[in-house]
């Protein structure tokens, strides 16, 4: 995939406006909630420069645009979805410095110099990353919506084992975790998937760490 | 969200200064609190000043030897510190119980003990709520209410304060530093740090407009088994019904016990530590004396009593 897909435009254009017209009347969506109340003016814009999947990337933003609006509205990487935009679903999972976060409850003013890994920085059609072409392999999904986010945080969760992250179900902190389900399924409690592909992604996890037997 | 504009702050004493001198202006550490309420516009800052990257970020022995925590150091390097796991394992395992591991890696040490209150009606801007709009009422009192607190309530509110960490930290004597605009810094013990509601519910932690919270540090470490034992409603990524922090056969002194979900701070009882030998019923009566239940969550007090049963039998096997 290219940083900006051709078909991303179209595609969005289509989504965005049937949000819109739901929500009554042509709302910008990247400023958070709907406003309420007359309109205040704009906030002064704040410059922030930060790579995005290798790339350097330069914007003048409203400080209330979050980095998963940033992401997918400014620099039209639609990849990393938007689903409850509290933190809750783990749709908008990217790395920023090579760990997983909730794009959506993060300023993209608060990362000045980051370096930000999305689904599009992955890999591409033909040249999957491991835990994508998994996915695939393993049907690690059904509507695709939650992908993205379980993917960045599958890759996550086992570097996060590797460098010795405790979880609530590993039996000695002051040990190592063992690849287990359970240590698995508690690892990615933090993404939901509405079509309850779970059984799945945990057998994609497994397959990329290599783990046998892993239910 | 509301307009607001946004500053990096150049020290903690000029984040300070920054915070008390404008108006309406809120420090950002992680923002997995305060940006998810400003959505909902029950925080409504107009101006943000951002504590990332002050070098508050690290984890450092104190000459008593304990630890200093920075105050940005984010919850899953204390959780996963070697020191953390090996010495004070409590906190460890409280933190890993409590949100996602996205979430995790941006909460921090400070914003984690100042996160709000995770009450329905706190949540609800049509409901009335004395936390959140001072005078208008308590919609849980009456209310949906099953999950709120019994101990420290008061007929203004009754929330509890959700934060896991905060109870480790309570039954291991932390100790929170700040620097106050004027540039002064102090400490406050844990046990005094976050406020029951009284007749002011929105005044929750003892901090003064502007005050910052620096590091937390803990004593030397006391040894002994540590658990944390979290019931919820699921058993992954969810609040607290109610959570006990155990420090068993610490090297000197007697069993330590601090519970979650029961209160609008960390609750502990130091004179029901010395009840061990009457097992947990003992200590559960000693600890919850004077508890005040509505009709919906009553069943917290055999809750907690069956959890420190249980959490005894694990330190027995330990
Ligand atoms: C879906 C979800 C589930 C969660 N589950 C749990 C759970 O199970 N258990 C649990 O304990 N927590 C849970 N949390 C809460 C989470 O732990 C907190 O959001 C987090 O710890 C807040 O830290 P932060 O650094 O992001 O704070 P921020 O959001 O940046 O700040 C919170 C508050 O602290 C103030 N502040 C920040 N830093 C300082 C400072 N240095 N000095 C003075 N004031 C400061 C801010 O002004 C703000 O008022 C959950 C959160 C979400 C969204
Ligand atoms: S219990 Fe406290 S937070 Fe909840 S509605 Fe009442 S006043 Fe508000």
Redesign the interface.
């Known amino acids: 995939m290219n940083d900006e897909p051709a078909f991303t435009l179209s595609r969005r254009g289509a989504l965005v406006g049937g949000a819109a017209a739901a929500a009554a009347g042509a709302v910008p969506i990247d400023a958070g909630a709907a406003p309420t109340g007359p309109a205040q003016p704009a906030p002064p814009t704040v410059p922030v420069r930060f790579t995005v999947n290798g790339k350097a990337r330069a914007l003048d933003l409203d400080p209330r645009v979050t980095l998963l609006d940033a992401l997918r509205e400014h620099l039209n990487l639609t990849g990393s979805k938007k689903g409850c935009d509290h933190g809750q679903c783990g749709a908008c999972t990217v790395m920023v410095e090579g760990k997983r976060i909730n794009s959506c409850l993060t300023l993209a003013v608060m990362h000045d110099g980051d370096a930000i890994t999305t689904i599009e920085g992955l890999g591409r059609p033909g040249d999957l990353h491991p835990m994508q072409a998994a996915f695939v392999k393993h049907d690690g999904f059904q509507c695709g919506y939650c992908t993205p986010g379980q993917i960045m945080s599958s890759i996550a969760v086992l570097q996060e084992i590797k460098d010795g992250v405790p979880s609530y179900v590993t039996a000695d902190v002051a040990g190592s975790a063992t690849l287990t389900g359970e240590e698995l399924r508690e690892r990615m409690s933090g993404n939901i998937c509405r079509c309850a592909a779970y059984s799945n992604i945990i057998a994609a996890i497994a397959d990329v760490a290599g783990a046998k037997d892993v239910a | ?6 500053e ?1 702050a150049a020290s903690p004493a000029a984040a300070a200064a920054a915070v008390a001198r404008t108006p309406g202006a809120k420090f ?1 550490a ?3 609190n305060l ?2 309420l ?4 029950i925080e409504t800052p107009r101006h ?1 000043v ?1 504590v ?1 990257r002050l070098g508050l970020d690290t984890i450092e022995p104190t000459a008593e030897g304990g630890i200093r925590i920075g105050a940005l150091v984010r919850n ?1 390097a204390l ?2 510190d ?1 020191r953390v ?2 010495d004070y ?1 409590v906190l ?2 409280a933190l ?2 409590g ?5 995790r ?2 909460a921090t040490t400070a914003g984690n003990l100042l996160q709000r209150t995770r009450c329905p009606y706190f949540y609800d801007t049509n409901q009335p709520c004395n936390k959140r709009q001072p005078g208008s009422g308590c919609a849980a009192i009456g209310g949906f209410n099953r999950n709120l607190a019994i101990l420290g309530t008061s007929k203004d509110c009754i929330a509890t304060h959700p934060s896991d960490m905060a109870v480790a930290m309570r039954a291991l004597d932390a100790t929170v530093e700040t620097v106050m605009p004027n540039g002064q810094t102090r400490r406050i013990a844990i046990a005094d740090f976050h406020r029951l509601p009284g007749s002011t519910p929105w005044v929750e932690t003892a901090l003064v407009a502007g005050e910052m919270i620096t590091a937390v540090t803990l004593p030397a470490p006391v040894g002994g088994t540590h658990i944390y034992r ?1 019931v919820r409603d699921r058993s ?2 969810a609040f607290a019904t109610i959570s006990v922090a155990a420090v068993l056969r610490p090297t000197n002194g007697t069993a330590r016990f601090a519970f979650g979900g029961l209160a609008h701070k960390p609750w502990r009882v130091e004179a029901a530590e010395t009840r061990v030998d009457g097992g947990a019923k003992a200590i559960a009566a000693a600890a919850l004396a004077g508890a005040q239940t509505t009709d919906q969550n009553g069943f917290k007090i055999p809750l907690v009593e069956r959890t420190l049963a249980s959490v005894l039998a694990e330190g027995a096997a330990a």
């Open positions: 969200m509301k307009p607001f504009t946004y990096r950002v992680g923002g997995t940006l998810d400003m959505k909902l516009q943000l951002d990332n899953t959780a996963a070697a796991r090996r394992g460890s395992r890993v119980s949100a996602s591991g996205q979430l890696n941006k979290k992954s990524y």
